[in-house]
């Protein structure tokens, strides 16, 4: 079955950085479409950035272009993000996910804290 294991998360100060992976098994990695969502508190989730596969063409949500990157190896089967010049509003929960046949699968998340 599909599994998603989110990794990397903790807590950070303004302006610092970090590296979230999420190693996923139970599917052909290489086909899919991979993406990262974030819930902060007291909020709906959204959105953070996704990655396609074969081509590796990547999309943000406009509050995270030029600070966060999404990228993935397929021979690992895991996706990244990079999480520079963080910001107090970026603390949230960061899951990974796929879509497939109308199903969304979610990791269990990873919690991201910036703060001072």
């Known amino acids: 079955q599909v599994q998603l294991v989110e990794s990397g998360g903790g807590l950070v100060q303004p302006g610092g950085s970090l590296r979230l992976s999420c190693a996923a098994s139970?599917?052909?990695?290489?086909?899919?479409?991979m993406s990262w969502y974030r819930r902060a508190p007291g909020k709906e989730r959204e959105l953070v950035a996704t990655?396609?596969?074969?081509?590796?063409?990547?999309n943000y949500a406009d509050s995270m272009k030029g600070r966060f990157i999404i990228s993935r190896d397929n021979a690992k089967k895991t996706v990244y993000l990079q999480m520079n010049s963080l910001k107090p509003e970026d603390t949230a929960v960061y899951y990974c996910?796929?879509?497939?046949?109308?199903?969304?699968?979610w990791g269990q998340g990873t919690q991201v804290t910036v703060s001072s």
């Open positions: 139970g599917f052909t990695f290489s086909s899919y479409v």
């Open positions: 990655i396609t596969s074969p081509g590796g063409t990547t």
């Open positions: 996910n796929i879509r497939t046949l109308g199903v969304n699968y």
